[in-house]
Structure formats: C-alpha cells, structure tokens
C-alpha cells in the first residue's frame, strides 16, 4: 500500500510504518506515556519492604515493666523524600479526558486487554468507563511502567 506523506509516497511495506501506527490519532504523546512509564518504575521501585525475614509484627517489650516500648512518630515514619508517586498522581490527574482515556488505552493494550488495531474501541471504552480518577487505577497497577511501554511499542510508537 502506498500513501502520501508532505508530497512524498511512501511504500508501507518497505518502509517498516505499520497500519496501526498510521491509523492512531494521540492526543498525547508517546513521550508524555513514557515520561509516566518511567516515574511508575521509579514509584514501584521506591516500595521497599522495611521488615527483616521473619521478624515481620514483632512487639519489643521492656522486660522490667513488660510495655511495650516500641515508639514512633505515626505517620512521620512513613514520609519519604521520594515524591515520584505523587507527582506521577498529579501529572495523570492534569490529563485532560481525552489524553487520560489514550493514556488508559495504551495501558491496556500493554496489558494486552485489546490488540493495537482496536485502539479506537479502546480509547471509547476506556472513556465510557470513567467513574473515579485515573490515576487511582492505574497506579493501582502493579506492572503500570511495562504496560505503557509494552503498549507503546505495540502501537509502534
């Protein structure tokens, strides 16, 4: 198949362009998805598991009044400097709906939930189906960077 490009034809099949990435109209970008897909990797691997084998719950008493003598400052533990994750919930909650339902398509396309030729069905799917925010569900997703990313390349962008 051949088709124009800025006065120029361009032959499909020697040129490597795929139909899905010729049929897929963004309205955000493949570096926009990435930029997500990479502060989502650096959100998963932030999570660390601070418990040492087997000593997961653990209480530490005071042998002499037998309290408890295990203390910490509640919530203050639990702060971190690592801001990736809300930053990348704030950046995805800016999305506009059509850029956040491209966002959601992408992902499940990754996912594998729809093929790449069904990226239209997906984006009006994942539109119909908007109820709560965005980035709520898809930081929900444990494997989010490898999706976008896997769906990324299966659009060929």
């Not at 795929?18 to 955000?28: F, K, Q």
């Not at 009044?65 to 800016?94: K, M, N, P, Q, V």
């Amino acid at each position: 198949m051949t088709i124009a490009n800025d006065e120029k034809w361009i032959d499909k099949e020697t040129s490597g362009l795929s139909e899905a990435a010729m049929d897929i109209d963004l309205t955000i970008s493949a570096d926009t998805v990435r930029l997500f897909a990479q502060k989502a990797r650096a959100v998963a691997s932030s999570i660390q598991d601070t418990f040492e084998d087997g000593h997961e719950g653990d209480v530490e008493f005071d042998a002499d009044t037998l309290e408890e003598s295990h203390s910490h400052d509640g919530l203050a533990e639990e702060e971190s400097d690592d801001l990736s994750d809300e930053e990348l919930r704030e950046l995805i909650e800016d999305l506009n709906v059509d850029e956040a339902a491209n966002l959601v398509a992408i992902t499940w396309i990754g996912r594998g939930d729809f093929e790449a030729e069904d990226f239209d069905q997906a984006v009006a799917e994942a539109k119909d189906r908007a109820v709560g925010s965005t980035a709520k569900y898809l930081l929900g997703m444990p494997l989010l960077a490898d999706y976008m990313e896997a769906g990324l390349d299966a659009l060929d962008l």
